[in-house]
């Protein structure tokens, strides 16, 4: 994996960027527009950032007009899984034993909750 591709990804803002594109293209002043909402920076700021990530291959552009079109490239993405893929064996563990303590406590909560409810009607009898 390139280095360019975790440096765009490394940023906050950029990041809330391709939050904003997996939802669905936007423009670019729709994406400026959001953004200084969310973290007060201007449109020249938000054209930087999206620079950054198109050259990074994470996103398209396309002309509609006067507009710019932004949109997520796939391309870039399925480079991304891939890398990360091949640390998903490291996480399957600790989340399969996750699950596990999970159902435990759901289990148990349950057990306690018909217990309590044996006590009440006991009391009530």
Request: hydrophobic share 45%; net charge positive.
């Amino acid at each position: 994996m390139s280095d360019p591709v975790f440096d765009a990804l490394g940023d906050p803002v950029r990041r809330r960027i391709m939050e904003l594109l997996a939802e669905g293209e936007a423009s670019a002043g729709t994406v400026a527009a959001l953004l200084k909402e969310a973290f007060g920076i201007s449109q020249p700021a938000v054209s930087q950032h999206l620079k950054v990530l198109r050259e990074a291959g994470l996103v398209t552009v396309r002309a509609e007009g006067t507009r710019r079109i932004y949109a997520v490239d796939e391309a870039g993405l399925a480079a991304v899984r891939a890398w990360l893929e091949r640390f998903a064996g490291a996480f399957a563990g600790p989340l399969d034993a996750l699950e596990t303590e999970l159902a435990r406590g759901r289990r148990e909560r349950r057990l306690q909750g018909t217990t309590d409810e044996v006590r009440r009607r006991r009391g009530a009898a």
